[in-house]
Each structure stands twice: as structure tokens, then as C-alpha cells.
């Protein structure tokens, strides 16, 4: 075929194409829709959410007096936090942790423990900040709940003299009537506060300072009273605890008391020393026990309790 025979049929060739691309209709691009509850969460990380931010402000704290199911029930949306943030879909889960985290305390918890775990992995300064003043806060909204009726509730009262049965050992919980138990409110309240000194324990210790050491001695302290306090109404609630204690509660309990006994048995014994003296005693099998109940409770801390 010459040349000229060559470049003619091109020209019939790209004249048939441009002849069926002409007639093909035009196409309108029209966007899948989102179901309203994803459309909702997105809005609602993009308008709350900043992956490097957590900070929570003090709200107005009022006295929780759900009963355990009720509390379990109000739980449900921490838990499927807990399930994004295992996902690594950090956004949604602080997304749902910032709704109530000004009032909550459990909320506030899960929210200042991503900040935790941040600083813990970076080891950098800024995120010490974040994570200590998030964990403040944390302490300063459970603290807050547990005293609301501070000066006329029964159930301030009975804390403060329980905490000062722990300092003075002349009394004996036997001796109360075996239903006269710390209000669940009051017990998931101090068990948070607990968890929160620990955590800020954790991190003054990492800092490796005079004066780190110091303050972490001082949380350690605090944590043994609050988780003590707490572990003592769970003892003398028996088998029947359930009936008096919500599962998350007691969840954050078996976990915190759990992990403090493995870790601390793990420790050199010259810093065993040094913390036998705020209170902590080492029982490994305990720590253990504790911890695979979590486990096996499925609850809020038992991702957290296979972990360790």
C-alpha cells in the first residue's frame, strides 16, 4: 500500500471515531448517597475533631444516679469508641469520647487515655503536656462526681469515712450491715480517679526527674487509696456484685488492680522497695486472675487486659 493510500485510510479511520464518540450522551456524574448516620459522623469529625488536639474543659458535674443496667446501657457508645480506636479510626472515636467528655467521666477517661498512649509512644514533651492536663481534668470531673452533694449526701459521707478507715485500720467493713454499699455512681467515679492517677503516675515516672519521681509517688498514693476503697466494696459484695456494680466498672477495677500486681512484680527490687512504701504489694497470681476475667468479661478494658 503507497504512502498516500496509507494516510487516506487514517483519515477515514479517526473521522469513524470522532463520528462515535460524538454520539455517545453525555455522562452526569451523580455521588453515591451516604446514609444519614455516616453523613452525621463525618460532619461531625470534621467540625469537632483535630487528630493532634485533646483537650477537655470542666462541664457542669451532676450526681449519677443510674442504676448498673441503666449505667451499662449509657456505656454503649464508649464501647463502640473503643471499637473504632482498636480499628484505627482514631477521628470517630474521639469524635464520640469529646460528645460528653466535659461531664463524664468515662468519656473523659477514654478521651485523656488516646492522649496517654500518644505521649507514651512519642516520648515528646508536648504531648506529656496534653496527656497530663487531659488526665487532670479527667480526675477533676470523676473527684467532682463522687462529691456532688458534698456536706449533706450520705453517700460523701460514707467515703470519707471509709478513707479514713483506710488510714487508721481501727475499724472493720464487717461490721456494717453487708447491703450498706457505696452507691455504684460513687464506686465508678473512684475507680476512674484511680485509673487517672495511675496514668499521670506512669508518665511523671517516664520523665525521669527528681521531681517526676516525686509527683509519681504522690499518684501512686492517691491511686492506692481510690482503687483500694473500691476493691474493698467489691470484696464484700461477694458473688452478688453484679447486682450492685456495673460491668464496666467493674471491668476498669479488675483491670487496673490486675495490671498494677503484674507490672510491679516485674519491677527490680530496689524500686520495689521504694514503692512497697506507698502501699502497692506485688501478688502476681492475682494480677493475673484479674486480668483474665477481664478478659473474659468482654468488657470496656478487656482489648486494654489481652494486651498486657
Not at 487515655?113 to 470523676?142: G, P, R
Not at 487508721?168 to 455504684?184: C, E, Q
Not at 492517691?222 to 466498672?249: H, I, N, P
Not at 486472675?289 to 470496656?300: A, G, P, T
Amino acid at each position: 500500500m503507497s504512502t498516500g493510500a496509507t494516510e487516506l485510510r487514517l483519515e477515514e479511520i479517526t473521522k469513524v471515531l470522532k463520528e462515535q464518540i460524538n454520539d455517545i450522551p453525555e455522562r452526569q456524574f451523580i455521588p453515591r448517597p451516604l446514609n444519614k448516620l455516616s453523613l452525621d459522623d463525618k460532619r461531625q469529625n470534621l467540625g469537632n475533631s483535630n487528630a493532634n488536639l485533646i483537650e477537655i474543659r470542666v462541664g457542669e458535674i451532676t450526681a449519677n444516679t443510674l442504676t448498673p443496667r441503666e449505667q451499662e446501657k449509657e456505656n454503649e457508645s464508649i464501647l463502640q469508641g473503643i471499637e473504632y480506636l482498636l480499628d484505627n479510626q482514631f477521628m470517630y472515636a474521639k469524635a464520640i469520647f469529646e460528645e460528653k467528655a466535659d461531664r463524664d467521666p468515662l468519656n473523659a477517661l477514654a478521651l485523656s487515655s488516646m492522649a496517654f498512649l500518644k505521649a507514651i509512644m512519642t516520648s515528646e514533651e508536648q504531648d506529656y503536656d496534653v496527656a497530663l492536663k487531659a488526665l487532670n481534668a479527667t480526675y477533676t470531673i470523676a473527684s467532682a462526681q463522687s462529691g456532688t452533694a458534698k456536706g449533706t449526701s450520705k453517700i460523701t459521707s460514707y467515703i470519707s469515712n471509709y478513707y479514713n478507715y483506710l488510714r487508721s485500720n481501727k475499724a472493720s467493713p464487717s461490721t456494717r450491715p453487708s447491703t450498706d454499699y457505696v452507691p455504684n455512681g460513687a464506686l465508678r467515679a473512684l475507680v476512674i480517679e484511680a485509673e487517672c492517677s495511675l496514668q499521670i503516675a506512669i508518665l511523671h515516672l517516664l520523665q525521669e526527674s527528681v521531681l517526676g519521681y516525686f509527683k509519681c509517688a504522690l499518684n501512686l498514693e492517691r491511686a492506692y487509696r481510690s482503687y483500694k476503697c473500691v476493691w474493698q466494696e467489691y470484696q464484700k459484695m461477694g458473688t452478688d456484685y453484679l447486682a450492685f456494680m456495673d460491668k464496666d466498672t467493674v471491668s476498669c477495677l479488675q483491670f487496673g488492680i490486675g495490671s498494677v500486681h503484674l507490672i510491679l512484680s516485674l519491677l527490680p527490687a530496689k524500686v520495689l522497695h521504694a514503692i512497697s512504701a506507698v502501699g502497692w504489694k506485688p501478688d502476681r497470681q492475682l494480677g493475673f486472675s484479674l486480668l483474665n476475667q477481664c478478659i473474659e468479661d468482654k468488657r470496656i478494658k478487656s482489648s486494654m487486659a489481652a494486651i498486657m
